[in-house]
């Protein structure tokens, strides 16, 4: 059973940087894509950014290319998301995901496990 563990979360002001951190249990992180979610208060959860098993191949929302840095370490069943030039539509609950089906391949999902979430919040 994979369980995934978010943190890093918190205020930050506009402009700002924060470092989300995943951690995973189990051994399919380091075969499998991960992604990065957020989902604001009245809004759809909407897929942020993703990272290949190996991390040669990255995906990024629009709005967050240039701004948002994905990154993971196998060794350590981490995934990280760097937001740097944090914005005030970045708000939202951050929740890590992974794609156990990717099985070494590229996926835009579905995501089959979710963390809990960890909350970000921008001042302005």
Do not use: H
């Not at 191949?57 to 948002?68: I, P, Q, W």
């Not at 998301?81 to 070494?104: F, H, R, W």
């Amino acid at each position: 059973q994979v369980q995934l563990v978010e943190s890093g979360g918190g205020l930050a002001q506009a402009g700002d940087s924060l470092t989300l951190s995943c951690t995973a249990s189990g051994r399919m992180f380091s075969s499998s894509v991960m992604g990065w979610f957020r989902q604001a208060p009245g809004k759809e959860r909407e897929l942020v950014s993703s990272i290949s098993w190996n991390g040669n191949m990255t995906y990024y929302l629009d709005s967050v290319k240039g701004r948002f840095a994905i990154s993971r370490d196998n060794a350590k069943n981490t995934v990280y998301l760097q937001m740097n030039g944090l914005e005030p539509e970045d708000p939202a609950v951050y929740y890590c995901a992974i794609d156990l089906t990717s099985k070494e391949s590229w996926s835009m999902g579905p995501f089959d496990r979710w963390g809990r979430g960890t909350q970000v919040a921008v001042s302005s």
